[in-house]
Structure formats: C-alpha cells, structure tokens
C-alpha cells in the first residue's frame, strides 16, 4: 500500500506543477490599442518630402514599443520607430523618396501603426487602420510631345 500512496503523491505534484502551481487566472493577453493614426501631409510633390506618422497608444501593461510600417507599391517595406509624445499620444518622422517615374503615375505609400506592451502583446498585422493610411507622391509633369 506504501507504494501506491508515494506514486499518488508523485502524480499530485507533477499534475499541480504542470497547471503553473495552481494559481490560474488569466494574465494580460490584450494588445495595446492603437487609435487615430495620422500621416501629414497626405499627399506630395514629385520631389519627395517628410511625412510626420502620429497615433494615440495605451495599454493597461503599460507600452514598450511603437513603430509605423511604411510600404511602397512594389512591396518594399520599412519600420519607423515612434517616439512618445505626451497624452498616450507617439510621433515618428519618415523621408519619402522623390517620384521619379515617366508614366506620369502618382507613388502610393501605406502605413500602418503597430504597438507592443510591456507583456510582450502585439497589435496584429498590418497594424491599424486595417487598410492603412495613404500618402501620394505626385508624378512629374510629363514631358509634352515634340510638335514634329
């Protein structure tokens, strides 16, 4: 009869281990929320510029990164980091390259906003808004026809 006890006990511990010690309760398993993201200005001359990517973050865990996803239409991709900017409110700086395409077609870039809490949660690809925000970098005037 030891025997069976001692492997009673054995299998008490282990099942207790194996449940995290028996405090459950579910932790932080919310991403942070990330609203009113903005691009300005929205729309470029065909020389390119600077575009300032601002968004409003919070998390009850409290936030450890914020950073903006910049796509070309050829899929090329970069992150711009955010940096707080008072009033849950964070603020990053982008450069955009000059348009210069002879199709006389404008250059879309999308961005989106993505955050992390302090528990390792992320907001989900892309990031927010779902369809992203929109920047157009104009073409250059095309050249006219010569006359002959």
Request: charged share 25%; glycine share 14%; proline share 9%.
């Amino acid at each position: 009869m030891k025997g069976w006890i001692k492997w009673t006990m054995a299998g008490l511990v282990l099942l207790i281990i194996g449940c995290g010690g028996g405090g459950g309760g579910g932790g932080d398993n919310t991403p942070p929320n990330v609203t009113d993201v903005q691009v300005n200005p929205t729309k470029l001359s065909f020389r390119g510029g600077s575009v300032k990517i601002s968004a409003v973050v919070s998390d009850a865990s409290g936030i450890d990164r914020v950073w903006a996803v910049v796509q070309r239409p050829d899929g090329w991709k970069r992150e711009v980091t955010l940096s707080p900017a008072g009033n849950a409110s964070y603020e990053g700086e982008f450069p955009v390259e000059s348009n210069l395409s002879v199709d006389g077609q404008s250059v879309i870039y999308r961005v989106w906003v993505r955050a992390r809490d302090m528990k390792g949660n992320e907001t989900p690809e892309p990031g927010e808004p779902k369809d992203g925000r929109t920047v157009e970098v104009t073409a250059p005037l095309k050249p006219e026809k010569p006359p002959f």
